[in-house]
């Protein structure tokens, strides 16, 4: 319903996107056009209100992702009000880093797993059928893929 309601939402600079999935709202915005943040905000909080909705402010981060490779990284923006910065992110259950590194996301697959191994373990030697425990296994796999 809300990706319906949300198709009269666009951007107010060229070059910003907005990526809609489900309830979530992604508003991308490159380097080139970084002064437009504070109305990119602000459009959105109008939108909201106009649409009966509200911008959660406590559920808003931002996310500046910088190519470390090169020498010289122009200073980042001043933050945003009510707005975090954060240096990772979880989208659909992939974790995006501001060096998009894949390690955070890798260690949370692996801890995961483990945490779920571990479970199963203790299942298995409280006597829990080894049919039991495949679909147990099946299940994990199946929400690894997932997300």
């Not at 949300?6 to 002064?35: E, F």
Request: net charge positive; with cysteine; glycine share 4%.
């Amino acid at each position: 319903m809300y990706v319906v309601n949300a198709a009269d939402l666009h951007t107010v600079m060229p070059g910003n996107s907005l990526v809609k999935y489900a309830d979530d709202t992604y508003l991308v915005i490159p380097a080139c056009n970084v002064d437009s943040r504070d109305k990119e905000i602000a459009n959105i909080g109008a939108w909201s209100l106009a649409n009966n909705l509200t911008l959660n402010e406590s559920k808003s981060v931002e996310i500046i992702i910088r190519d470390n490779r090169k020498r010289r990284c122009p200073p980042p923006p001043p933050t945003l009000q009510n707005i975090a910065r954060v240096t990772s992110l979880k989208i659909l259950g992939v974790t995006f880093t501001d060096k998009l590194s894949v390690s955070a996301h890798v260690d949370d697959v692996i801890s995961s797993s483990a945490r779920s191994m571990y479970a199963i373990s203790v299942l298995r030697s409280h006597g829990m059928t080894e049919s039991a425990v495949s679909r147990i296994r099946y299940r994990h796999s199946q929400n690894q893929k997932i997300g």
